[in-house]
């Protein structure tokens, strides 16, 4: 369990605000930090690694304290069980991939760095140097190299805001694995709702520096009714029945739409599909791409 209750003020573009949180992270859950940028998400994640100090509050992983304001504890970022993995990367670049991870881990492994390297897919390219990577390739080994430590907490900083569509519904699916195979805590700060449907068991929605609401992401995100018209190419991102109908869900832009489905439909849709979403009046139609 890692509990946060922390306070910090902060400045945004509309002046000062309060990061006030309390919230709570079950052991091998993928938690989704959502809202605007400024919001105070990636504050949130860098507190919880040490590099920011809050102004009070307490930090507590797996039953151990790493800040505590009134008790004076403030364990330094290196003391702390964390993988943190940036938007940009931030490789050696004069390091090879294999060096990369050697040298994150805090005692020399040779059979853990292989097999890292064969889980994240990243074997071939062990002796390459970060600028002969594409960019989902340097995100992997990023990622690669924030396990390789067995941390007690993930944290994902917008990993993948960089990257196309393609290769980031790649890394997605690579994450994710990756979260259930080493049964990892993650906190992923993200505001695609595409992103955090598909990776999270939970998401916490944050407004300057408050949580608005946290729960499953179909409660949160399906909290209303809506009525849209509608015509876009998208994926499938789930689907399950309920009652007697098929429910999938299918994002449109930075949204996420509901869509009732015929059990004949299911004979050639799957989630990951590509598909056609058309509006007629009331009865949407999707047809597979």
Known sequence: MITLSVK??????????DLSVDLSVNQGELLSLFGVSGSGKTMLLRIVAGLEKPDEGVVEVHGKTWFDSRRGIHWAPQKRSIGFVFQDYSLFPTMTVYENLRYAQS??????????????GLFELKDRLPATLSGGQKQRVALARAIIREPDILLLDEPLSALDMKTRSKLQNEIL???????????????????????????????????LRRGKTLDVFFDRAASNKFSFVSHILSIRKVDA????????????????????DLKELNVGDEVLVASKAFNPIVQKI
């Open 177 to 211: 694995s990756i979260h259930r195979a080493l049964g990892l805590t993650t906190i992923l700060v993200s505001h695609d709702k595409h992103e955090v449907f598909k990776l999270s068991d939970t998401v916490a929605v944050i407004e300057r520096g408050k949580i």
């Open 107 to 120: 005692r020399r492994n040779e059979a853990k760095i292989s097999d890292i390297l064969e889980l994240t």
């Open 245 to 264: 109908v098929y429910l999938a869900v299918i994002g449109a832009g930075n949204e996420l739409v509901e869509v009732v489905l015929c059990e004949s």
């Open 8 to 17: 910090k003020t902060l400045i945004g573009a509309d002046g000062p605000f």
